[in-house]
């Protein structure tokens, strides 16, 4: 479709992010991240959802956080009409459903207006999936055969008061966005009629691994609300299916529900521990401070020579060794006869990935405890596919027992570009892991050599890695008992503000 300049036409998709968790994304909804070109996304959107786009994709925030100006709503429709008659394909990412007081209405006639083509990607809206993750299914046979939905934010001057006699002959009722104002929502549902001891629950950031509920009644309720200190944003639910809340309540909120967790790890890798930390409740914030170089055709001339050994310090190696394989028109058949030696239980998980066997596993987490712990014979050849940054200790011990050694640069970490979004939420982070000594190093220059806050726990992999965040950082707050995932996480477990 051309505009009336001749231009190619884009087109916005207005997409419902849906309530918190992320995992509730539509797929129609991922596939219109994944085309666009341009992203606007309001404050309630789970930031998670933002890997779907590609990564030259423009992501534009155009929401309100607390102590920023907020983007008027007639700057945001003029912005989508602009980006669309550029020719470029623009979601409009919305937390809930963009038609459930999303004003999403608002913004298809601005684009109808324009004479922009869009499309409605509707998305689970909070009445329903709130209530839900609370156990509260908002009709139940015997109980509820009606729903009332309101909004409990006044909104602009031409927003019409809520039709309260209306909520009050409903069997359930929802009100959205009535954190701020549960005493006055209470009173005015009383007034149309609702009986004071109806059942009532607050859900506070529904559907998320941080979600909490208060119940009480219609009369009690906002003093409930208070009491717990329940905050924004926050759904009312009122109705006899309240009471099913307690029995059929199914979300248990994982060990680290809640605690903000950053994870510093290149964003190639980083998709395995924030799956970990997630499905714990984890807020992970992804700030991936290092990315990495490989160098596939130095190590592909160094496999061309005979080894008995393949030294394997980190998965880092693991892929450069499978990259020099893959450009050489390789598979694992061209290993035949050469032992693949790792350092810890990562390392060898890695090799196994990508179909190879490691031969030898040191424990112990270092390359000083794999080079004296290889079962070496007099003269052996050992390839050692190395860090740029890696030291010489492995080589030096290998040496004294009387192998020979030849070190190849394999890969080359460097620091990624981090926004200051997300400095900004390491910072207010509770934990920051670490997984190699450069991943300290790259974070500490990206902050520009600023402390960071006391209540930031550190938390290392293992001793080498302790040992650079202690010179960069100061301090090292928890380290893994082994450098594994899995070790990785329960240490963030026990060093986390309330483990």
């Not at 956080?65 to 003029?78: H, K, L, M, P, T």
């Not at 941080?210 to 944003?233: C, F, K, M, N, S």
């Not at 310090?313 to 394989?325: C, D, F, H, R």
């Not at 030849?406 to 979004?421: F, G, H, I, N, S």
Request: aromatic letters at 6%; charged letters at 25%; hydrophobic letters at 50%.
């Amino acid at each position: 479709m051309r505009d009336a300049g001749g231009g190619t036409l884009g087109r916005v998709w207005l997409v419902g992010a849906g309530p918190g968790d992320p995992g509730l994304l539509t797929l129609a909804g991922r596939e219109a991240l994944e085309r666009a070109d341009v992203v606007l996304f309001d404050a309630l959107v789970d930031e998670r959802l933002l890997q779907f786009a590609r990564p030259e994709a423009e992501r534009l925030f155009v929401g309100k956080r607390a102590g920023e100006a907020s983007v008027d709503q007639q700057e945001i429709e003029a912005l989508m009409v602009r980006l669309a008659k550029e020719g470029k394909r623009v979601v409009r990412l919305k937390g809930g459903d963009p038609f459930v007081f999303g004003r999403g209405g608002e913004e298809a006639l601005a684009l109808r207006k324009a004479g922009v083509p869009f499309t409605v990607v509707p998305g689970v809206t909070s009445a329903i999936a709130a209530p839900a993750y609370a156990g509260i299914p908002v009709t139940h046979r015997g109980l509820a055969a009606s729903v009332f939905i309101a909004t409990g934010s006044r909104g602009g001057d031409e927003a019409r008061a809520v039709d309260w006699r209306g909520a009050a002959a409903a069997d359930t009722v929802v009100v959205l966005m009535g954190g701020l104002r549960l005493e006055a929502i209470a009173e005015a549902m009383i007034a149309a009629g609702k009986t004071p001891a109806t059942p009532a629950a607050v859900i506070q950031w529904g559907t998320r691994s941080d979600q909490r509920v208060v119940r009480g009644t219609l009369a009690t309720i906002a003093a409930d609300a208070a009491r717990a200190e329940l905050g924004t944003p926050a759904l009312l639910v009122v109705g006899e299916v309240v009471r099913l809340g307690e029995e059929l309540a199914w979300f248990v909120p994982g060990p680290l529900a809640g605690v903000r967790v950053a994870v510093t790890r290149s964003r190639t890798q980083s998709s395995e521990l924030r799956e970990r930390l997630e499905r714990l409740g984890a807020r992970v914030i992804e700030a991936p401070a290092i990315r990495v170089r490989y160098a596939a055709e130095e190590v592909a001339a160094a496999l061309e020579e005979r080894w008995e050994w393949i030294a394997l310090t980190s998965q880092n190696a693991v892929e450069a060794l499978w990259l020099a394989l893959e450009s050489g028109g390789h598979d694992a058949r061209r290993l035949a006869g050469v032992g693949l030696a790792a350092v810890g239980a990562a390392t060898a998980h890695a090799l196994t990935a990508r179909g190879l066997r490691a031969d030898f596993v040191a424990d112990g987490g270092t390359a000083r405890s794999l080079a004296a712990a290889l079962p070496l014979r007099e003269g052996d050849r050992v390839l050692y596919p190395a860090s740029s940054e890696a030291g010489d200790e492995l080589e030096k011990v290998l040496r004294d027992r009387g192998a020979y050694v030849w070190r190849v640069v394999a890969y080359r970490p460097e620091p990624a570009p981090l926004d200051e979004t997300t400095l900004a939420a390491v910072r207010e982070a509770d934990v920051i892991t670490f997984t190699s000594g450069s991943t300290a190093r790259f974070l500490a220059r990206a902050l520009g050599g600023a402390p960071l806050p006391e209540h930031v726990r550190l938390v290392s992999i293992g001793p080498s890695t302790s040992a650079v965040v202690a010179e960069v950082f100061g301090r090292v707050d928890a380290q893994a008992r082994e450098p594994t995932l899995d070790a990785l996480v329960e240490a963030v477990c026990e060093a986390a503000p309330w483990g």
